[in-house]
């Protein structure tokens, strides 16, 4: 699977932006597709990551801010970034598994996209 991230910008603090994640190469829809994101000089973390079903789960710093869907039909995810902080700086990255369980650990991913950068000024 091939996954193609986009939406990312410069935006000041207190704005939104919305990613995408299209996924394509294959003709199966991926049961589970998140999101993480990398700072410079941290680790990847967590951000949200919703199965075919719809149900999700997102990190607690963002819970409230980000919301995550998906268009099963266009094999795409989203992640609506809203009230964004400073602290939200990062590549953010998406990201498919073939289990429909929710989970936060990126071993459980297997294929990435290639992330796209978000920088939210103060």
């Known amino acids: 699977v091939q996954l193609q991230a986009s939406g990312g910008g410069l935006v000041q603090a207190g704005g939104s932006l919305r990613l995408s994640c299209e996924a394509s190469?294959?003709?199966?829809?991926?049961?589970?597709m998140g999101w993480f994101r990398q700072a410079p000089g941290k680790e990847r973390e967590f951000v949200a990551c919703?199965?075919?079903?719809?149900?999700?789960d997102i990190e607690d710093s963002v819970e409230g801010r980000f919301t995550i869907s998906r268009d099963n039909a266009k094999n795409t995810a989203y992640l609506q970034m809203d009230s964004l902080k400073p602290e939200d700086t990062a590549v953010y990255y998406c990201?498919?598994?073939?289990?429909?369980?929710?989970?936060?650990?990126?071993?459980?991913?297997?294929?990435w996209g290639q992330g796209t950068l978000v920088t939210v000024s103060s």
């Open positions: 990201a498919a598994a073939g289990v429909r369980r929710l989970t936060r650990n990126s071993d459980s991913y297997r294929d």
């Open positions: 190469g294959r003709t199966f829809r991926p049961l589970l």
């Open positions: 919703i199965n075919i079903s719809g149900n999700s």
